[in-house]
């Protein structure tokens, strides 16, 4: 027989408050008349392009300008606008223009990677040409089986027919890294300027063994010099985006993700700090810092501030500090909607029964919908946080890293657990947009319980992304407490929202970090 409760939405109401900052306060700069005006009704929560990954919950900026009177984040659908004159916030409808989609097909396609097309990088008044390559080229002849042996870097300087040309590694720096077997096109660049150098970031995507090294590479317009850094900490990293300090000597910021066969993005080193006399590699992730998203994409440096985007929010750092707690303010995404007087609340996202029925008198937080993968499917709901929560206990338990025989990564959760993809804020597990891959091949994201469906591909998931309490964790079973249910989605119009991030009070060790000992 169902209930009737009271849906509360703690943190909400509080939430509106920007979190206190005084130096921030006594520095405050620009002209708020120059700041755009809150729209007069809420940005509703867009819906993927079409053939696109079907993703309504894509927040990952993709380009970011500034002036003294406004920072403007811009992401596929919205724009978020943070006046520096009052340190609000105010969301736009989007204005990003993609580039125009001219990826090569067919021939074309094999043409270009058989010699791929130079780009440019315009550089005290003059204009370089640079490539990567593999060598050989596997797709010269699409008859042969050639593998790639190594990769290039080619670069024409102005007035000049003939390239000078760099090894960055092989296919043996790769597999003696223990990062991978095959060489993967590297095609993720970024450059910028360097002193009186250019530098380029080069990284290559990963899946089913296919991989590149992350590398760092200096040109010298003067003397022609190049040189090629490779950290070992970065080396298996995918560098999205570079940032350079005006100190001396200069410090480069790098933003990191991974990625696997299925998931286009995965969390990795998350913010990177370069130190490169002598070179230190200080990473900011999602367990070691208030970094508020699992995946940075682009930064935004202005003086002795570090603007950090990712795909759950924003952080203003104070970048010659960035290991205190004090000189990050944060904001994440949120999605709410205006809940109707009465509505059903449902244990997991496939139950035929609802648990309980909620009086709503707070915004309902809509934390993910689900089928993901299937738009066809009739079932669809939203899961939202509901402080209450349910207890879950699933027939999977804990398994101490150790025994694997790779070294696991510092981002990773201390054990292998079925709440590995949420970290610990100090109070509970919590798990950020950007933490939850796609798994375009695997059925869709996985959750506390997951199963699915087929042919319908119909996942039933107690939790993707609420909130966990962690009761009990043996060998073979788990058992939490999920602060979030599903309810269908008709009737329910989301918004999106951003929200100021308050550091949590006395925070509690990491649970987990006892079970890892």
Known sequence: MKRTVTLLLTGLLTACNSPNNTSQAENLTGNVENCPTPTETPIPLASPPENDLPNPFNFFTQTVTGNQDTIRFQTRDYDLVYCRGNREWTLQPGTYTPTPDTTPTGEELYDQLADPPYQTVQFQGETYQYRTRLDPNPFENMATTTEAERVLFELLPPNQDTPITREL??????????????????DIINHIPWGDKILWSISAPQGEGFTGIATLLTYHPDTQAMAVVQPEPIQNQIITDLAATDSDPKILWMTTKTSGEGNPYLPGLGLVRYDPNPQTITPHHIRNSPLIGAIPTHLWIDGEELWVSTGNGICQVQWQNSQTQDSWTCWRYAVLAEPPAEIDLYATSGDAEAATTLEAVAPLEILWKTPLLNPDATQHRYEIYYEEGFV?????GKSDWSDQDWDVPPYFAPVYWPGRQW?????????GFDQVSLNVVGGGPIGIGTT?????????????????TLLELTENQTTVRHHSGWIAEEGIDPYITILPVDPVENPEPNPLEEESE
């Open 169 to 186: 590694y092989t296919v043996q720096d790769v597999r003696n890294a223990e990062i991978g077997f095959s060489l993967a096109y590297p």
């Open 452 to 468: 699915f469906t087929y042919p319908e591909n119909l996942p039933n998931a107690h939790a993707i992304r609420g909130d966990l």
């Open 392 to 396: 879950a206990t699933v027939e999977e």
């Open 423 to 431: 970290h610990w804020n100090g109070n509970r597990f919590k798990r």
